[in-house]
């Protein structure tokens, strides 16, 4: 009797004081002043201001250059960014995907995140799956606005760390030998520049070497007009992505306004944060570009990002994307919430317990971004 009369008591205050509540947002201390970051869907794209037009169009010619042989491969995705990055134009997403695999077995002779390439120049074998490897498909991502998520400072990604519970990793800067950053580009942070992530993609998407990222075959680099400013094309592609503007919204009625409202009442804005800035700009990506378990990983660890974890997709742009989550298996917005499980299950719960005109009035919001 006493301990019933204990826990009585217990429930009786946890009812009058309030149990600890989750946060439903994220609200970053935006500093006064900033001015909104340029947006725009422009093909082609217009430069946000990184560098004058000119130079942004030569920078997006190298971007959709074809590499050819000796250069390309011996394995390979594609020839050009551009072919993983069109849609809605140069610098976008796309329905293209990269191959990674990793061991079911500790024992097995297979390096984690090891990428298996679509194509082979003639001549070279093409690369195969062994059978008993873990697969993961990775969509393309779009690069609209990602020079402004470059200048986050790395203490603004520690807020939100600290706010929602994303993980935080810290990965090489490969143009800074010994320097580490928070990483925020691709789908487990695995880059925390754009210079680096353009080293990476050049050789391991097109198979040819650079500077940051050599070719231990041919090391052939491809850039066949090199400038003191654009050593490499890598260079080139960094510049680019610098320039690129963030999504453009699409219009806001009555219903996207409403819908906005309930995607933060029913906790989805925890993660998918709606205002970043760096010390220039304000810009609304809806996500926090932190790792986070959300019951959809690809079991494929890289580097020190866990295997159930994948980068939170920010939500801009995604009105014009025809598939959803990182291996695009899901090809409705509903779908892709009811996906949600883990961290993320309480908001997809809400989500289902709304009225069918309130889960419509989320999906309008969703489609206006």
Known sequence: MKMRAMLGCMFLLLV???????PL??????????????????????????????????????????????????????????????????????????????????????????????QAVAGSPQQSAPPDAINTLRMSLSLFGDGFVEQIPDSEFMTLSAANGGQIIHVPILESPGKKGIGRFGWKDQHASLLSFAGDADFNEKGVGNRLVPDPQ??????????????????????????????????????????????????????????LYTDQFQFHPFGDFLLHDIGTGDRIAQASAPANKVRTAPLWGVRVKARFLHDGRVFDLPSAIRAHRNEAKDAAHAFRKLSPDDRQAVIAFLQSL
Do not use: W
């Not at 009058?16 to 989750?22: I, N, S, T």
């Not at 994220?26 to 340029?38: F, I, T, Y």
């Open 16 to 22: 009058l004081c309030g149990c600890p509540r989750k």
């Open 218 to 275: 041919n090391g052939i680099e491809d850039n066949d007009n090199p400038t003191p400013t654009r050593p490499e094309d890598i260079d080139n592609y960094a510049e680019f992505m610098r320039s690129l503007k963030a999504p453009a919204r699409g219009p806001i009625t009555p219903q996207v306004t409403t819908g906005e409202k309930l995607f933060t009442q029913i906790g989805c804005a925890l993660c998918h944060v709606p205002t």
């Open 25 to 118: 947002t994220v609200n970053l201390p935006v500093p006064p002043g900033l001015s909104e970051a340029p947006t725009g869907f422009e093909f082609p794209p217009q430069t946000n201001g990184h560098e004058d037009q000119p130079t942004m169009d030569n920078d997006r010619a190298q971007f959709e250059q074809d590499a050819d042989l000796p250069a390309l491969g011996p394995f390979f995705n594609n020839r050009s960014c551009l072919d993983c990055h069109s849609n809605p134009a140069t610098g976008g997403n796309s329905a293209l995907f990269e191959h990674r695999i990793s061991p079911d077995d500790p024992d097995d002779q297979i390096a984690s995140a090891t990428l298996i390439h679509d």
